[in-house]
Nanobody
Framework: FQLQACGGGLVEPGGSLRLSCAAS????????IGWFRQAPGKERETISC???????YYAESVKGRFTISRDNAKNTVYLQMSSLKPEDTANYYC???????????????????WGQGTLVTVSS
């Protein structure tokens, strides 16, 4: 059961990046997948999730700027990030989850498995 995020890099404010999450070792279409990020000294933040049916969820901090999608034929989930801000700088991880909730404006997911992250740096 492996999930590998990639696609991070250095981008200027206002720029775009697309992250990919490649999955292997399990029936990908049977699993909901999400993205969380963690910046140095900050708590982990769940930013986006996509269910097995394609239902999508976004944290308020990224809504309207990020788009999550999945291609079950390629065992891959994508996170298209636009209008990037310096505060988006973090390590980004993809993970499988069982339950997702939105409570008091905060997106939360019960992540069960994740791999190495990919670093996104937004700076001029």
């Amino acid at each position: 059961f492996q999930l590998q995020a990639c696609g991070g890099g250095l981008v200027e404010p206002g720029g775009s990046l697309r992250l990919s999450c490649a999955a292997s070792g399990f029936t990908f279409g049977d699993h909901a997948i999400g993205w969380f990020r963690q910046a140095p000294g900050k708590e982990r933040e769940t930013i986006s999730c996509i269910s097995t049916k394609g239902d999508t969820y976004y944290a308020e901090s990224v809504k309207g700027r990020f788009t999550i999608s999945r291609d079950n034929a390629k065992n891959t989930v994508y996170l298209q990030m636009s209008s990037l801000k310096p505060e988006d700088t973090a390590n980004y991880y993809c993970a499988s989850y069982t339950v997702v909730t939105m409570l008091l404006g905060t997106l939360r997911a019960d992540f069960t498995s994740w791999g190495q992250g990919t670093l996104v740096t937004v700076s001029s």
